[in-house]
Nanobody, 117 residues
């Protein structure tokens, strides 16, 4: 089973940027579906962005135009570029993989994102 490690979280000011990385323990070429999720304290985990093996992407309405998901198969890594971070974005961000949306077979441990005013 593939193992995932997220990194890149941290503290940033309102309007700032961060790039999260999700690195897999093996090749992601054959992985059809990779997604980023987030969970803030007291809230349910929500889907933020997805990317397929064919590089089709999808985003939650709350992050459209600000976040970009991409994958680098040569580095076994999927990125989440987050620009114009807002005070409602802080959460633990997780990546997950699977054959299709909702059928996740592995999750990372999460990386904390904090936004200050």
């Amino acid at each position: 089973q593939v193992q995932l490690v997220e990194s890149g979280g941290g503290l940033v000011q309102d309007g700032g940027s961060l790039r999260l990385s999700c690195t897999a323990s093996r090749s992601i070429v054959s992985i059809n579906f990779v997604s980023w999720h987030r969970q803030a304290p007291g809230k349910q985990r929500e889907l933020v962005a997805t990317i397929t093996r064919a590089d089709n992407t999808n985003y939650a309405d709350s992050v459209k135009g600000r976040f970009t998901i991409s994958r680098d198969n040569a580095k076994n890594t999927v990125y989440l570029q987050m620009n114009n971070l807002k005070l409602e974005d802080p959460a633990v961000y997780y990546c997950a993989v699977g054959p299709w949306r909702g059928a996740y077979t592995a999750w990372g441990q999460g990386t904390q994102v904090t936004v200050s005013s």
